[in-house]
């Protein structure tokens, strides 16, 4: 198994474990770092080299049997807009949303440019706030069906 990052360093205690605890299967990914599947795919689409760590996070799109998963990790909208303006083909069947549902994430010209038939957002209990409630209107506004880990627990999802 491998263990995908983007290479940043950090002194947070937990993410110096997590590296000790991973350091064999470490790969830093970028967007040549894209992997071929039996039946897929999965395309690093992040463009890296920024300054804030959100900003770094692997961005990447999961093609498999002709269906397809753009996840975002933490990336914020200039992020987004930096997506859109690359030219590389975002649009998906399926979305993680952005941040956990973050005001800061998931904007309406990205929801355009994705234009997902069902997006995921991966929310546990918080004092954020996530989702905003700007992310679920953009939502509902795209006519986006949307799902919550939050109240619905762990979601799975059969491609046929």
Known sequence: S???INGEVSDI?????????????????????DIDLSSGKIDFIN??????????????KFVYGG?????TGDAPIKIEEDLINS???MKVDILKVGHHGSKNSTSEEFLRAV????AIISVGENNYGHPSYRVIKNLENANIKYKRIDEEGDIVINFQ
Do not use: C, H, T
């Open 13 to 33: 205690p937990e993410y110096k474990e997590f590296l000790r605890l991973a350091e064999d299967k470490l790969i830093v990914a970028d967007k040549n770092s």
């Open 115 to 118: 234009s997902p038939g069902l």
């Open 87 to 89: 030219g590389v083909d």
């Open 67 to 71: 269906n397809s998963i753009l996840f």
């Open 2 to 4: 491998r263990v995908y």
């Open 47 to 60: 463009l890296g080299g920024y300054k804030d760590s959100n900003d770094n996070s692997l961005v990447f």
